[in-house]
C-alpha cells in the first residue's frame, strides 16, 4: 500500500509537468495565431494570462519579435494578470513582396467627384485609376507630358462657296507640379502645329501656350499667388479686326502676369489682385504675298481688382467686387488717326458657391464701362455677367459652364469697340472604364453700340471620344462645326489620331 506522501508528491509532479505542456503548448500556438490573420482588416489579439506563465510568454515574446518584427506588446496589471497584445504581420506567407509605390504614380488632376474607397476597406473602381500615367520626376517637380499626332478635314462654307483643306496636326501638352509640404507650383502647357497636304499654307492655324501658377501659403489665412504666361494664336478669319484681303491673318502674341493676395478675416474674405497684360500684333500676309504691318495695335495694360466677401456658411460666400484698368498704345494714333488708349471700370455682386465634391463655382452680376483719351471716341458701357460652375452628378460625369463679358477694342475708324458675351458648356462621361466622351458649345455674342453695325453671334459646337488602350496610350476621335448666321459661314471639321502620355 503506498504512501500518502508518495500520492502527494506523484499528483504535484503530474500538476507540474501539465503546466510545462501548457506553457510549451501557448509558445507554439502563438505564431500560428499571427501568421493566420487576414491582411485587409488586421485585427488586434488579447489574451488573459496567469501570472505564473507572464515570464514565459515575456520571453516567447521577445524571440518572437526579434525573428518576425512585430510590434507585439505584454502589459501586467496590479492583480498580476498578464494582457498581451499581438499585431499579426503586413503580410500573409506566401505572398511576394511589393516594392513601396511611387509617390509620381499619383493623378495630377484633381476630379470634381473621386471615388471614395469603400467602409470595408475594399478596392474601388477601376475606373477611378483610368489614364494616370507615373510622369517623370525631376527633383522635387513632377512632369507627365502628352504628344499627340492626329489627321483632319476641313470644310468651310462661305456665301455659297466651299473650301476644303486636309492637314495634319502634331500637338503637344504638359503638367509640371511641385512635390513640396507647403508652398506650390504649377506649370501647364499646350501647343499645336498644323501642316497642310499639298504646301499650301492657307487656313493653318497654329497655337501654343503656357501658364505658371505658384501659391505661397504665408500664414494660416493668407495666401499669394504668382501668375505669368504666354500665348500665341492666329487671329480668326470671323473676328471684327480681321483682314478682308489678307492670306494669312496676324500671329497675336499674349504676354501676362500677376499676384493676387487673399486674406480671411474670420468670416470675412478680402482680396486684392493686380494683373498685367502686354498683346503684341505680327505682320499678316496679303494675297500678293506682300506684308502688312500692324504694330500699331501693340498695346499693354493693366488692371487691379479688389474683392470682399462674407461667409455665410462654408457652402455660400457673398462677394463685391470692383476693378480698374489702363490700357496704353504704343503708338498714340492708329492708321486712322484715333487715340485709342482707354481706361476701364467695373463692379460686380455675385456669391461663390462650394457644395464640395458634387458643385462649385461663382456667378456674378455688374457693370462694365471703357472711355477712350479721344474724344471723337463714344465710351462703351453694358452690364456684365461672369461666372464659371462645375458639377459632377455622378462619378465619371463631369459638366463645366462659363460666362464673361468683356469690351474689345476696333482697330481702328470711328467706333471705340464692342461688348462681347461668351457663354461656354462642357460635357464629359466615363461610358466604359477605359472610354470617355466629350460634348462642348459655345455661343459669342457681340453687341456693337453703332447702328450701322449689325450685332453677331457666333455658335460653335464639338463631340469626340477617347479610347484609352493603356494608361499610356490613347486613341481619339473628334468633330466640331462653327457657324455664324450673320455672315452665311460655317466649318466643318473631323480628326482623327492617337496620344502618347507619360
Not at 310 to 336: H, M
Not at 363 to 389: E, F, P
Amino acid at each position: 500500500m503506498p504512501k500518502p506522501t508518495d500520492s502527494a508528491a506523484r499528483r504535484h509532479n503530474a500538476w507540474r509537468n501539465a503546466a510545462a505542456v501548457l506553457v510549451a503548448c501557448t509558445c507554439l500556438y502563438e505564431p500560428a495565431i499571427a501568421f493566420a490573420q487576414s491582411t485587409a482588416t488586421t485585427p488586434v489579439l488579447q489574451r488573459r494570462t496567469d501570472s505564473r506563465v507572464a515570464t514565459a510568454l515575456r520571453q516567447n515574446q521577445a524571440e518572437t519579435e526579434a525573428v518576425a518584427g512585430t510590434d507585439d506588446a505584454a502589459t501586467t496589471d496590479q492583480d498580476g494578470v498578464t494582457t498581451q497584445t499581438v499585431t499579426p504581420p503586413v503580410f500573409n506567407a506566401g505572398d511576394a513582396i511589393t516594392d513601396e509605390p511611387d509617390e509620381a504614380s499619383s493623378p495630377y488632376e484633381q476630379q470634381l467627384n473621386p471615388y471614395e474607397p469603400t467602409i470595408d476597406g475594399g478596392d474601388v473602381d477601376p475606373s477611378a485609376a483610368t489614364n494616370l500615367t507615373p510622369g517623370i520626376r525631376l527633383g522635387t517637380m513632377v512632369l507627365r507630358p502628352t504628344i499627340s499626332q492626329t489627321l483632319n478635314t476641313e470644310k468651310q462654307n462661305s456665301s455659297g462657296n466651299s473650301d476644303r483643306r486636309n492637314y495634319m496636326t502634331t500637338g503637344i501638352r504638359g503638367t509640371l507640379n511641385s512635390d513640396w509640404s507647403r508652398h506650390s507650383l504649377t506649370v501647364t502647357g499646350d501647343g499645336a502645329w498644323e501642316r497642310n497636304f499639298g504646301g499650301d499654307k492657307s487656313g493653318e492655324e497654329p497655337r501654343a501656350s503656357i501658364d505658371a501658377d505658384l501659391q505661397l501659403d504665408l500664414a494660416k489665412d493668407t495666401t499669394v499667388n504668382i501668375t505669368g504666361g504666354y500665348n500665341f494664336s492666329r487671329e480668326d478669319t470671323d473676328d471684327p479686326n480681321a483682314l478682308n484681303d489678307a492670306s494669312v491673318q496676324s500671329g497675336v502674341h499674349e504676354f501676362s502676369g500677376g499676384v493676387a493676395v487673399a486674406r480671411d478675416l474670420g468670416r470675412i474674405r478680402g482680396l486684392a489682385a493686380i494683373e498685367l497684360q502686354r498683346n503684341v500684333y505680327s505682320a499678316a500676309k496679303a494675297v500678293d504675298g506682300s506684308s502688312i504691318d500692324l504694330s500699331a495695335r501693340d498695346r499693354t495694360g493693366g488692371d487691379v481688382r479688389l474683392r470682399a466677401g462674407y461667409e455665410l456658411s462654408p457652402a455660400l460666400i457673398p462677394f463685391l467686387e470692383v476693378s480698374s484698368g489702363l490700357t496704353r498704345y504704343d503708338q498714340k494714333f492708329d492708321d486712322t488717326g484715333y487715340q485709342r488708349s482707354s481706361r476701364t471700370y467695373g463692379a460686380k455682386i455675385g456669391t461663390e458657391l462650394d457644395l464640395g465634391e458634387k458643385m462649385r463655382g461663382e456667378l456674378a452680376l455688374g457693370y462694365l464701362r471703357k472711355s477712350y483719351d479721344d474724344q471723337r471716341l463714344d465710351a462703351i458701357n453694358g452690364l456684365s455677367v461672369d461666372g464659371d460652375l462645375s458639377w459632377s452628378p455622378q462619378r465619371g460625369t463631369d459638366v463645366s459652364l462659363g460666362l464673361r463679358t468683356t469690351i474689345e477694342d476696333f482697330a481702328g475708324g470711328s467706333q471705340g469697340g464692342w461688348v462681347s458675351h461668351r457663354l461656354t458648356a462642357g460635357l464629359t462621361h466615363q461610358l466604359r472604364n477605359n472610354l470617355v466622351a466629350r460634348l462642348t458649345g459655345q455661343i459669342t455674342r457681340r453687341n456693337f453700340p453703332s447702328g450701322d453695325t449689325r450685332d453677331v453671334t457666333e455658335y460653335f459646337t464639338a463631340a469626340g471620344l477617347t479610347w484609352s488602350l493603356n494608361r499610356y496610350l490613347d486613341v481619339t476621335g473628334d468633330i466640331s462645326y462653327q457657324t455664324t448666321p450673320v455672315y452665311d459661314t460655317g466649318t466643318w471639321r473631323i480628326g482623327a489620331g492617337i496620344a502618347f502620355k507619360r
